[in-house]
């Protein structure tokens, strides 16, 4: 898997490509951890790139909205989610729980 | 369509698992399957092998996955065998996808997905080690199939 981060003024792009399974989700939370450890809560995580996430993915995703949502700070959106992700996301029940957004300009301007 | 089956070791490391992914998704491929249908197989297996790495050998390179794929007029079983500890996982709370974000937990989030995505789950506890046996059908049975 390849992280990619971009940071903005107001908030934080990452872009993840690959497989995001038992092996590589670390990799991520790290990647999502470093930026919530900064004070920044306002991420957008760009999985137009993702070819398969397991639950272990779902976990990094979950674990990063609650940090980000807390005291209403902020918060993790979703864009460019891939179909068969967003059948595993919906089937978990986390569809309501993500802002999904169709293009990164998007998210980004709602953040 | 001729029977076809194949048995495949790999090493019970998370580093297996893109590997392991990739040998589900060729086989699933042979079988015809429909692209969702083969991604929901090759997560079945991913989330089935993390749990035998995580809770039955509870550690990775302690032992080896035996996977053993089968694939008839029916559809197509897969059948993980490991040498670990035995391991229940419906001894482990399901998780609640209507919970909100609060209260959302970490576990049991591996036998969920292979639950949905999968027509048949049997886990079986030998004396060497767990057997599990995960089948898709090509058709889903209807009232006429009956």
Known sequence: MEIE??????????????????YTAPQ?????NKITESGRYKIALDLSGVEFMSSAGLRAL????????RYN???????NVPE????????????????IYDDVVAAIGNL | MSDHS????FAGRYASLAEIGEFIRREAQKAGFSDFNIYTIEMAVDEACSNIIE???????????????????KGLTVVLEDYGQPFDPRTIPPPRPDAPLEEQREHGWGLYFMQQWMDEVHFEFTPTGNRLRLVKYRHTPTRDDR
């Open chain 1, 5 to 22: 981060h971009i940071q903005y003024k107001h908030c934080d792009l990452v872009k993840a490509k690959g497989r995001i399974d038992s």
């Open chain 1, 28 to 32: 991520l939370s790290e990647a999502l």
């Open chain 1, 62 to 69: 979950i674990n990063t909205q609650k940090v980000c949502k």
């Open chain 1, 73 to 79: 700070r902020g918060e993790l959106v979703l864009v």
């Open chain 1, 84 to 99: 068969n992700i967003r059948a595993a996301l919906d089937l978990a029940g986390f569809i309501p729980l993500f802002k």
């Open chain 2, 6 to 9: 194949i048995k495949r070791r």
């Open chain 2, 55 to 73: 809770h039955a050998y509870q550690g990775e390179d302690k032992g080896e996955i035996l996977l053993s794929v089968h694939t008839d007029e």
